[in-house]
């Protein structure tokens, strides 16, 4: 779906009013930003409450892997574009939870053994 041209503080606004990016970035070209988001579920909801969830928008096929630390991980990036702006979005689920703290799993312990 192709928008109306925006300047590129009226993009980040909108992003910002639709759903709650980690990261804007401009690119080196002007023309285009990068867009994280915390998970894949934000990204997939920032892309429908945007009205950029049809068929014309290019979205990354869903790939997995491990990340330095191996830790798994599912990836999905889209590229819609949003008010003459190329839109380079990405987002990534850890498939393992993450592990607790040292003080965090001795509070739970405490908990648990006082029942």
Same mark, same amino acid.
Request: charged share 25%; aromatic share 6%; no cysteine.
């Given at each position: 779906? +192709? +928008?109306?041209?925006?300047? !590129?503080?009226?993009v980040?606004?909108?992003?910002?009013?639709?759903?709650?990016? +980690?990261?804007? !970035?401009?690119r080196?070209?002007? &023309?285009?930003?990068?867009?994280?988001?915390?998970?894949?579920?934000?990204?997939?909801?920032? $892309?429908?409450?945007?009205? $950029?969830?049809?068929?014309?928008?290019?979205?990354?096929?869903?790939?997995?892997?491990?990340?330095?630390?191996d830790?798994?991980?599912?990836?999905?990036?889209?590229? @819609? +574009? $949003?008010?003459?702006?190329?839109?380079?979005?990405?987002?990534?689920?850890? &498939?393992?939870?993450? @592990? *607790?703290?040292?003080?965090?799993?001795? !509070? *739970?312990?405490? $908990?648990?053994?006082?029942?």
């Amino acid at each position: 779906m +192709t +928008t109306p041209a925006k300047n !590129r503080r009226a993009v980040m606004a909108e992003l910002l009013l639709l759903a709650n990016p +980690t990261a804007i !970035r401009v690119r080196s070209d002007g &023309t285009s930003l990068d867009v994280d988001f915390d998970s894949i579920a934000e990204l997939r909801s920032w $892309l429908h409450l945007a009205g $950029l969830d049809g068929p014309d928008v290019l979205v990354g096929k869903e790939h997995q892997g491990t990340d330095s630390d191996d830790r798994p991980y599912r990836a999905v990036s889209a590229y @819609p +574009t $949003l008010y003459g702006w190329k839109v380079y979005a990405h987002a990534t689920d850890y &498939t393992d939870p993450a @592990p *607790l703290d040292s003080a965090t799993t001795d !509070r *739970l312990a405490a $908990l648990a053994v006082s029942g």
